[in-house]
């Protein structure tokens, strides 16, 4: 808890801008080992909401930690995941990191709907206000869509749109669940925003999302894996997450339904090889999705 005199807005749970501490000397080192290493800080400070545990430190799966390092090493990443794997909490994780320990860093939250954007800041926001003080940067400006610290970093949620951030500096933009937005409006976000990001050294595009048929976030994913852009791509598989096996698959099954399974933790996308039988001719055979799709369009 802080002290109502360091508090912002009589938030005991977070710093006001120009708050001197002292620091001890195991506080200073801590300091530095979170600064230099994200899955360290994410490990060691950063507390999530679990649905049967609630508050609770982030005990990160490996996969999770890869994925924070490889946002950390690279400008441009393209993850292709399914539905609760932690994805947003990784990416948070990672974006709290680069506005606490980096000045000046302008960051863009974008989603294919706004609510979606502004609950990945409310997860940021709750991480945020479970940092001890010494961790903590004062706050300026702390709203549903905003956050600006004292050290210069902010951070916005909106929509994804032409418009979301046209005109503006960033550092940084994290797009969630890309393959979502309406194709018109992906296609003109990227030719907007892209040549303001590609023109820093530094900046970067990260783009996290579930399959949704071929789309922007489809020929971004293909081109990356066949090496054709510049984007890293991480693909997260379902039985990477601790305890899911066969027996949670066929539970999670007869609990929906195989196409629904199919969509939403399998990933399939259109280099994905699948068998069919043609009712007329009474044959099997292997096909890819794209062709698969291409014969019925």
């Not at 000046?104 to 609950?119: E, F, H, T």
């Not at 610290?149 to 969630?176: P, Q, Y």
């Not at 933790?265 to 699948?274: A, M």
Request: charged share 25%; proline share 3%.
């Amino acid at each position: 808890m802080i002290s109502n005199k360091n508090s912002y807005r009589d938030n005991p749970l977070l710093k006001r801008a120009g708050v001197q501490l002292n620091y001890t000397q195991e506080q200073v080192e801590e300091y530095m080992k979170c600064a230099k290493d994200p899955v360290y800080f994410a490990t060691h400070y950063i507390k999530i909401v679990n649905v049967d545990r609630g508050l609770m430190p982030f005990e990160m799966w490996d996969f999770q930690k890869q994925m924070l390092r490889l946002f950390q090493q690279n400008r441009f990443v393209i993850t292709k995941c399914p539905r609760q794997v932690g994805k947003t909490t990784t990416s948070v994780a990672y974006l709290l990191w680069l506005t606490l320990f980096t000045d000046s860093q302008n960051i863009a939250v974008l989603a294919n709907k706004g609510s979606l954007a502004r609950d990945i800041l409310a997860k940021y926001q709750l991480a945020y206000e479970n940092l001890p003080e010494w961790l903590q940067q004062g706050i300026i400006t702390w709203n549903k869509g905003n956050v600006e610290l004292e050290n210069g970093s902010k951070i916005m949620a909106s929509s994804t749109s032409s418009s979301a951030v046209r005109g503006g500096s960033f550092n940084a933009v994290f797009l969630d669940e890309f393959a979502f937005v309406p194709a018109n409006i992906a296609d003109e976000f990227f030719n907007s925003v892209y040549p303001v990001i590609s023109s820093g050294k530094t900046t970067k595009i990260i783009i996290v999302s579930t399959p949704n048929g071929m789309n922007l976030f489809y020929k971004l994913w293909m081109d990356a894996i066949n090496k054709k852009n510049g984007y890293q791509p991480f693909e997260i598989h379902w039985s990477m997450v601790p305890g899911r096996d066969e027996k949670w698959k066929e539970e999670t099954i007869r609990n929906t339904s195989q196409e629904q399974f199919r969509q939403e933790f399998e990933c399939l996308d259109g280099e994905t090889v699948v068998t069919i039988k043609d009712k007329l001719t009474n044959t099997v055979k292997e096909v890819k999705l794209k062709e698969l799709l291409n014969n019925m369009s």
